[in-house]
């Protein structure tokens, strides 16, 4: 069974530009949630799409996006990127919603 | 929010002995908590799991303490391995089943 995978797994971008990450879930997990990973803050929850819909939503600018399809990939989308928002950014699936999250392997975002 | 803290950031052990990982929540409402081990280039990955009407859970070398009264849980390693340098994170469930993350405690295994 395949896991988590996302694309690309790492990135480079100029401040200002905006950037979409994609994440194909496990098989049959309809709950895709994103974090941001960073060394000082550890993992920031972003949001959660669960059947196409945006079901919770982190603390972040809206500068941060997403969306889910109908056969649950979803991509996030960050606009004028600042530098700041170099990280790790995660994608985790689930099934039920109700326990543990199968994690990807994650984008690693650099914005210079 | 919700918070979820560590103890202590680093831990050095020497291959063979066990480990303590230690966590700090927030919320007495969490109503289920997992640790996770993430190997560098590696998203997190599960290790074990525990819900909050249990006080211990034990998996293959791995076992999980849960202290509700003062709200800490804890990850015992037995025999740790060079294979288990790592961060591990714990993680709370919330209201909303929404999951908070701590910082993380990175492990280094000394051969």
């Known amino acids: 069974k395949a896991g988590v995978t996302q694309t690309p797994r790492y990135l480079i971008k100029t401040r200002g530009q905006q950037v979409t990450l994609s994440c194909s879930p496990i098989?049959?997990?309809?709950?895709v949630s994103w974090y941001q990973q960073t060394p000082g803050q550890g993992l920031q929850f972003l949001f959660e799409?669960?059947?196409?819909?945006?079901?919770n939503k982190g603390n972040f600018p809206g500068r941060f996006s997403g969306r889910q399809f109908s056969n649950s990939r979803s991509e996030m989308n960050v606009s004028t990127l600042e530098l700041g928002d170099s990280a790790l950014y995660l994608c985790a699936s689930t099934a039920d919603r109700v326990y543990g999250y199968t994690f990807g392997s994650g984008t690693r975002l650099t914005v210079v | 929010g919700e918070s979820v803290g560590l103890h202590l950031p680093t831990l050095s052990v020497q291959e063979g002995d066990n480990s303590i990982i230690n966590c700090a929540y927030s919320n007495s409402a969490s109503d289920y908590f997992i640790w996770y081990k993430q190997e560098s280039g590696k998203g997190p990955q599960f290790i074990i799991d525990i819900r909050s009407n249990m006080d211990k859970r034990q998996g293959q070398r791995v076992t999980v303490l849960l202290n509700k009264t003062v709200k800490h849980l804890s990850l015992q390693i037995a025999a740790t391995q060079p294979g288990d340098s790592a961060v591990y994170f714990c993680a709370e469930r919330a209201t909303g089943n929404q999951f908070y993350f701590g910082t993380g405690t990175s492990l280094t295994v000394i051969p």
């Open positions: 098989s049959g997990h309809r709950s």
């Open positions: 799409y669960f059947s196409e819909t945006q079901r």
